[in-house]
């Protein structure tokens, strides 16, 4: 299951039924979990940790130090979980003392080819991110969520669960849940990922409410603090507008608006 060229330093521990392509190299205090199928010319740097039934393409590079300046060499963490597609040339870094120390992507995510992840960004579950699409620093993406091609979200953003990015939009705020961000560069709302919502299982009901709350922060004319207001009494009766108001008090960047 190991290719006789493929690298492996001893301290690495590779799990049962892993399979490593020709020419790859796993460096020391990496950790490969259960069915994990590695490609050839596959570079993995520790300190990593790959879940089980990992599918990693040919010449990823998974686990390489941080592109950060404040960076000093400081010992951080890359976490993968389980069930993760990632594709030819994608790039995803270890995370940063000051940023948490950890950069975690989560299970059943495909990142498809040119996808790049920098340090310390947080990944949830069932997230694809389309070709040449890129995170850069501290990002923190929601489960569900659909990033597009060549699409790319700045430093410190966040992005909720189930929005959908647009092809090469750029963005610069928070993108509450359910959003659909789309423009020729920089990112506006154009409306609720009412499709991916359906695909998803979620009934008339429920995407009736979060369309209201999108109406009451995006087309009533009203302030942010005004808006908040409106969304507090809808979100008595509906967990995903909650989600939404929760997501816009946690926002540390402007709101996308």
Known sequence: MIHATAQIDPTAKIGANVSIGAYSVVGADVEIGDGTV?????????PTRIGRDNRIAQFASIGGDPQDKKWR?????????????????VTINRGT????????????????????????????????????????GHVEIGDWVIISGYAGVHQFGKVGAHAFIAMGCLVGSDVPPFLMMANEQHGRPRGINSEGLKRRGFESPRIA???????TLYMAGLSLPEAREQLAQLAQDSADVRAMLDFIDRSERALAR
């Open 97 to 136: 003392g000051d940023g948490g120390g950890v950069t975690r992507i989560g299970d059943d995510n495909w990142l498809l080819a040119y996808v790049h992840i920098a340090h310390d960004c947080q990944i949830g579950n069932h997230v694809v991110f389309s070709n040449y699409s890129a995170l850069a």
């Open 73 to 89: 060499g400081e010992r951080t963490e890359l976490v993968i979980g389980d069930r993760n597609l990632i594709r030819e040339f």
């Open 209 to 215: 409410a979060i369309k209201r709350a999108y109406r």
């Open 38 to 46: 590695i490609g050839p010319h596959v570079v993995i740097e520790g």
